[in-house]
């Protein structure tokens, strides 16, 4: 069963909660199946903070809401799509507040009810869609992905990228203007990661759904770094040399070492991943011991990995004919943490790390699927650069129209009064943060007179990819600023994060400055308040 049809069904609605009180919202191409509507009371569920930074994170509180799911399908295409619409009743935690959320997915799920939770908490209608695909986790499209072997179902991967989702804005309007007897006063969509991207896919090509939107961590080079976070696996195999994590994590302690100190404060975290690469070169440290875990003994930081670090860390590059060095793609900056990109499985029984790659799973999961077209696994230690960079330009050339959301010309959110907020951890291993900062500077470039008005990017030191991972600097406030800049006019120029606290419970707070501004200690307050750092 799908996820949406299962999860917080409660039970039949009376009154206005009740199917037969919830009309078909009239929605272009699409004809509707069915309705159901169930009252749901003293449900709780854990709300990770990046789905919905705001006060009701943890513990999980109760919610009382209405939940109606509708299903439709786009006649001639076979597709039946889930939409699911939570409606907060008067003794939810916190009553309707007249708006409405649109709560984005992750991987390859278009949607999923973990995102709406702290949205009802905050008093807000939401809406999420499953985008016509039965998924169990976020990281298989194996249920959706080929119409046969050999055949991408093209038609799933644009319910996928964008259709549903714009669907899914307006059967959440409609939906909540039925059920409260009153149109919403403002609309938001809040995602990370894929969520991060649909923001920004709805924001260029839909940007009259929303008044504001939230894109955390986007992957809005959709076809681009699936392919290219691959390349540290397929160095290995051309090294013949998988390391083992604990090597990698070693090669990332001694370059927080060395760079922890270049903004003026001591706190464990690289605020400034690009002077870092110009100041550590993890081929300085190679013969160097260090302690393994995982063996319990010492090793030697390897000539093998330390060119694996530098390709994971500045990218993947090439020399062309002329002798000159070409970037092709971006890497994860040296501040990444947990070396997705670089992972390896060992086997650490003879006393010595035997180790083969271990690539994350999205990556591998496009190349099956969407390259290769095929429900057979990929060895990706059969795969070599020159077939690496073959099937980068083949997922450029297929999809871009279809998912790539890194269009500049954002004249239509502009148009529609519409806010952009993006934000991005700098310790991100998953999606590289610095393609991040080529989208806005991009947009700035196309729209140099006016993208202030509508477009702010924050990054964060130290968060891993969606606030995952200890010690980050978290934007906690951040819809909090986007809310402001819609409702009030408020350009959010500068934002408050904080770190979780210590084992003594101390934390860090530091202020997250609008790019291209840095935070800048001021050389004598408290190196743990905001208050000593301004926006330079």
């Excluded at 964008?162 to 059967?171: G, P, R």
């Excluded at 090597?247 to 002077?275: K, N, Q, Y």
Aim: charged content about 20%; hydrophobic content about 40%.
């Amino acid at each position: 069963m799908d996820p949406l049809a299962s999860l917080a069904m409660g039970v039949p609605g009376l009154g206005p909660c009740a199917a037969s009180s919830i009309p078909f919202p009239t929605l272009r191409g699409a004809e509707f199946l069915g309705v159901e509507a169930n009252w749901v009371t003293n449900f709780t569920m854990s709300i990770p903070r990046v789905l919905f930074p705001g006060p009701f994170l943890s513990p999980a509180v109760p919610l009382s809401f209405c939940n109606v799911t509708l299903s439709y399908t786009h006649p001639g295409t076979h597709d039946r799509i889930l939409t699911q619409v939570w409606l907060p009743m008067d003794d939810n935690v916190v009553p309707w507040n007249g708006q409405f959320v649109g709560a984005g997915g992750g991987g390859f799920m278009t949607g999923f009810l973990g995102s709406s939770v702290g949205a009802v908490a905050s008093g807000y209608s939401v809406a999420t869609t499953d985008g016509g695909h039965t998924v169990e986790n976020f990281e298989d499209p194996q249920t959706w992905a080929l119409a046969s072997e050999g055949n991408v179902n093209l038609n799933a991967l644009q319910n996928f990228a964008s259709v549903s989702l714009a669907d899914a804005a307006a059967i959440g309007k409609s939906v909540s203007a039925q059920f409260y007897n009153r149109e919403v006063d403002r609309s938001y969509f809040i995602g990370c990661s894929t969520g991060g991207r649909q923001a920004l896919m709805l924001a260029q090509r839909y940007p009259h759904l929303y008044d504001g939107y939230l894109s955390a961590a986007p992957a809005a080079y959709w076809t681009e770094f699936l392919v290219t976070m691959l390349r540290g696996q397929v160095r290995m195999a051309e090294l013949a040399y998988a390391p083992p994590p604990c090597e990698m994590a070693e090669f990332r302690r001694r370059a927080v070492a060395a760079c922890d100190g270049l903004d003026g404060v001591e706190d464990g975290i690289i605020s400034d991943p690009d002077m870092c690469l110009d100041t550590f070169d993890p081929r300085t440290v190679v013969g160097a011991e260090f302690e393994c875990a995982e063996l319990g003994k010492k090793l030697k930081l390897s000539e093998k990995g330390a060119d694996i670090a530098v390709t994971v860390w500045g990218g993947w590059k090439e020399i062309d004919e002329d002798g000159n060095e070409k970037r092709i793609w971006d890497g994860i900056g040296i501040a990444g943490g947990d070396f997705v990109i670089a992972r390896t499985e060992c086997d650490y029984s003879t006393g010595e790390p035997v180790c083969k790659p271990a690539p994350f799973v999205i990556y591998l999961q496009w190349l099956q699927y969407f390259l290769y077209e095929t429900n057979q696994p990929v060895d990706i230690t059969k795969v070599t650069t020159a077939e690496l960079a073959r099937l980068l330009k083949k997922s450029r050339q297929l999809y871009d129209s279809a998912i790539r959301t890194a269009d500049p010309d954002l004249s239509g959110l502009r148009k529609a009064g519409g806010k952009l907020l993006i934000w991005h951890g700098l310790s991100d291993t998953v999606i590289p943060f610095n393609q991040t900062r080529r989208y806005y500077e991009e947009v700035a470039a196309f729209d140099h007179k006016h993208a202030d008005e509508y477009l702010r990017y924050f990054e964060a030191p130290g968060v891993d990819h969606c606030g995952q991972g200890p010690g980050g600097l978290f934007p906690h406030t951040v819809f909090q600023a986007l809310k402001g800049w819609v409702e009030e006019g408020k350009k959010p120029d500068m934002l408050l994060a904080q770190t979780e606290p210590d084992a003594d419970g101390l934390l860090w707070e530091r202020v997250l400055c609008s790019h291209p501004k840095r935070a800048k200690y001021d050389g004598k307050g408290d190196t743990r308040a905001a208050a000593s750092y301004s926006c330079e």
